[in-house]
Each structure stands twice: as C-alpha cells, then as structure tokens.
C-alpha cells in the first residue's frame, strides 16, 4: 500500500485548505485512513479518522468543528478540509492506513504512512 498526501501550504489565519491522501495497493474494505500531524519541537499528534467502511468519523478535540474528514470511495482517496486555520495548525500533516476497522489515535497503531504534507498558517 502506497500513500500520496498534498494539498499543503501557506496560508493566514482563518483561511481554509484541503488535503488529499491517495492510497494505491491492495486494501480490504475494513481499514481506518487517519491524518496525524507534526509541529515543530513536539510528538507527532492525532488529528482525524474515518472508517473506510461505514464513514464513521473522529476527531482531535482541538480540530473538532473547524476540520472535516471525509473519502471518496471510487478514487480510494481521504480528504481532509481544514476551515478557521490558526497559527497553532501550523506542522506537517501525514496520512496514514491502519489495516484494521478498529480507529486507534496513536501513530504506532497504522501500518502505512505517506511522505507528510506542510501546512503553514501565518498570523
């Protein structure tokens, strides 16, 4: 399983931006695409999650109501649209696979993991 993020870049605060992960190889239809994030100087951070199979969605409280998580099934794709950016969204945002229809929100819990994307929000 390969993944493919984009969508990152700079932007200011309470601007909106959408990231894509692309995910190509053999997957079953029970498995959970997350989006993790990174700041400078810190751990790498749960941001969001949806079950592939049923849509269920979850959220990191600090994104809950400004980010929404969703996939399009028919281009194996995750997106998430991220709305009211501010300047502590700033890090680089990975997608990630976990083979498992359970959603856990720590990184080591996934199996695959795209190349990270930089989200940049300016002030």
């Known amino acids: 399983v390969q993944l493919q993020a984009s969508g990152g870049g700079l932007v200011q605060a309470g601007d909106s931006l959408r990231l894509s992960c692309a995910a190509s190889?053999?997957?079953?239809?029970?498995?959970?695409m997350g989006w993790f994030r990174r700041a400078p100087g810190k751990e790498r951070e749960f941001v969001a999650a949806?079950?592939?199979?049923?849509?269920?969605?979850f959220y990191a409280d600090s994104v809950k109501g400004r980010f929404i998580i969703s996939r399009d099934n028919a281009k194996n794709t995750v997106l998430l649209q991220m709305n009211s950016l501010k300047p502590e969204d700033t890090a680089v945002y990975y997608c990630?696979?976990?083979?498992?229809?359970?959603?856990?929100?720590?990184?080591?819990?996934?199996?695959?993991w795209g190349q990270g994307t930089l989200v940049t929000v300016s002030s």
């Open positions: 949806i079950k592939w199979f049923g849509g269920s969605t």
């Open positions: 990630a696979l976990r083979i498992s229809g359970v959603v856990f929100t720590t990184p080591r819990e996934y199996n695959y």
């Open positions: 190889g053999r997957t079953s239809s029970s498995y959970v």
